[in-house]
């Protein structure tokens, strides 16, 4: 089984920028690819980036391209998301996920193992 915490969460100001961590621990040795998911209130968890594990493969949402980024450090398994001119509409409980197949997917019921989830809101 995997645990995930995630961190980094905040307040800030449009235009800003927040890196999120995700540490990883238990059976790691079962991770192949992991994913950012966020949930705003009222809305249904969506898709943000996701990467795989070794191979360095990367996804992200459209309209998180280009100003986010996916990146993992196997030796501390972690997987960060580092957020840059972020917006009000970015606003949402951000999740990370991992999953034990190596393509990456963009469904959250395709991952196995969740966090608890860290808030991000970025004011106007």
């Known amino acids: 089984q995997v645990q995930l915490v995630e961190s980094g969460g905040g307040l800030v100001q449009a235009g800003a920028s927040l890196r999120l961590s995700c540490a990883a621990s238990?059976?790691?040795?079962?991770?192949?690819?992991m994913g950012w998911f966020r949930q705003a209130p009222g809305k249904e968890r969506e898709f943000v980036a996701a990467?795989?594990?070794?191979?360095?493969?990367?996804y992200y949402a459209d309209s998180v391209k280009g100003r986010f980024t996916i990146s993992r450090d196997n030796a501390k398994n972690t997987v960060d998301l580092q957020m840059n001119s972020l917006k009000p509409e970015d606003t949402a409980i951000y999740y990370c996920?991992?999953?034990?197949?190596?393509?990456?997917?963009?469904?959250?019921?395709?991952?196995?193992?969740w966090g608890q989830g860290t808030q991000v809101t970025v004011s106007s």
């Open positions: 996920a991992a999953r034990s197949y190596r393509r990456l997917a963009l469904r959250p019921q395709e991952y196995d193992s």
């Open positions: 238990g059976r790691t040795v079962s991770i192949y690819s």
């Open positions: 990467i795989s594990w070794s191979g360095g493969n990367e």
